[in-house]
């Protein structure tokens, strides 16, 4: 799937602990998105990174906070869970047009 | 604000027969569009995209048509068959690089 590694794949966390999902690449993209999918949203963007140490919010961010320290990493962190934040969570990256995503990664906070 | 919308949740067709799916847009900026199919359990996966300076891109078996003075994206699939049955999601791309997603078209193939 285009060098790009969610983990973990699942979760289950309880409410106000803080959870960290990683993004890896092999690419070496420069473009890197974290997305949220609920039943009837589609897509969300969350955070967004254009580059290392380079991060803009999306239209969910809030709640969500992202850290890019290498081009092959891209870090999201639910500093503390609420059970609005259970989704599916999908990685992608990009160089243009072409995005690749992630397999995702099923969070649910109980 | 940006939005990308879909017209139809879900579209029924017969094997066989051509398919279209449509979507309306609204951020004239975008500089790309794209078509992104998703299967139950996995990511999205790219189908063809279209700049936003052209009016129509073929790939295989499918066709991406842009109408810039109505906003409007339409994918076609020729002779559909049992495998494109997915969730399909048109997007756009501005130069700021954010991917913006519509709602999602469920596609059915009926035998």
């Known amino acids: 799937d285009a060098g790009i590694t969610q983990s973990p794949r699942h979760k289950v966390t309880e409410t106000g602990t803080p959870v960290t999902l990683r993004c890896h690449q092999t690419?070496?993209?420069?473009?890197m998105y974290w997305y949220r999918q609920d039943p009837g949203h589609g897509l969300r963007l969350i955070h967004y990174?254009?580059?290392?140490?380079?991060?803009d919010k999306g239209e969910v961010s809030d709640g969500y906070s992202v850290s890019r320290s290498k081009t092959e990493d891209f870090l999201l962190t639910l500093e503390s869970a609420t059970s609005s934040q259970t989704s599916v969570y999908f990685c992608?990256?990009?160089?243009?047009?072409?995005?690749?995503f992630g397999q995702g990664t099923r969070l649910t906070v109980v | 604000g940006e939005s990308v919308g879909l017209h139809l949740p879900t579209l029924s067709v017969q094997e066989g027969d051509n398919s279209i799916i449509n979507c309306a847009y609204s951020n004239s900026a975008s500089d790309y569009f794209i078509w992104y199919k998703q299967e139950s359990g996995k990511g999205p996966q790219f189908i063809i995209d279209?700049?936003?300076?052209?009016d129509k891109r073929q790939g295989q078996r499918v066709t991406v048509l842009l109408n810039k003075t109505v906003k409007h994206l339409s994918l076609q699939i020729a002779a559909t068959q049992p495998g494109d049955s997915a969730v399909y999601f048109c997007a756009e791309k501005s130069g700021a690089q954010k991917l913006v997603f519509g709602q999602g078209t469920r596609l059915t193939i009926n035998p």
């Open positions: 279209i700049r936003s300076n052209m």
């Open positions: 990174s254009y580059g290392v140490k380079d991060t």
């Open positions: 992608a990256i990009s160089q243009e047009a072409m995005a690749f």
């Open positions: 690419e070496n993209h420069r473009y």
